[in-house]
């Protein structure tokens, strides 16, 4: 299978991208040369137009492995891959963002301090529950012995169980110790009845993470419940996916849902030097919520 993908990947690579020198070609691998002049360019085309969606992240866990080796340094460190490199690269219109061995952005790696900082994640046995699994913590989630790991969600084929969060009718009550629902509520139609939901699979005294885009500015969360189409929701909130654009009532809305909700101004708490190291956010919160026992 290696082999196949790897002459399948040079061949695709030498029609696909512009010429390289011939004196590369015979110092260094071809994929090697290539990975190293367009890196996330020729990555993104072929996963978008040609592989299949279970070859795409195969690619790129080969694609960030190798990428890793010529980012080497000591100036940051990525708390997922452990990997100490030169920078974080930009992804999209961020600088510092992506890691360059892993592939993880500033949100997960925010996440993934709390939970390792400010949980029992890694030490207690929790059946764990995670919505719309992201490739770079679902691999992590999945390595810990102490947890019992399920993912879930509408559509993505990482999920293992695809279920609507507004009604999550293959889950019983109090099935969970902890969960993760990280920007799925401000795509929903009734987030307030899938907050709910998420109170209900959870044990009493159980905790989760619910994270979401949110103003810090917007004191209330601006919803358009007539916007239906993606036309619509593409026209008011500028993102055709989008339902709401939450405020910093959002923690209100978890309240009223059943949950004792802590709004923690993580970034802050962990400070300038920390924030510069990890490549993550310096102002933003984490919800932490926990079920009453």
Sequence with gaps: MDTVFGIVTNILLVNLVHPIKRDEFKSVNLLFVLIKKFRMRFLKYIAKKILPFKTQHQLADMF????????RGKNVHCPICKGNFTK????????????????SLERQRFLWLFLANETNFFSAKLK?????PELYLQKKFKAQKNIDYVSTDLYSTLAEI????????????????????SHVLDHVDDDRKAMRELLRVLKPGGWAIIQSSIDLSREKTWDEPEAKTPQERLRIFGQADLARKYGVDIKERLNEAGFKTQARKYGKELGEQAVKEYGTYSNANIYYCEKPA
């Design 64 to 71: 960030f492995t190798i990428n890793g080796w010529f980012y």
């Design 88 to 103: 974080f690269l930009p992804f999209k219109e961020r600088a510092n963002s992506q890691c360059p061995g892993c592939g």
């Design 128 to 132: 764990f529950l995670q919505f719309a």
């Design 162 to 181: 695809q279920t609507d969060i507004q009604d999550m009718k293959v889950f019983g009550d109090n099935s969970f110790d902890a969960l993760l629902c």
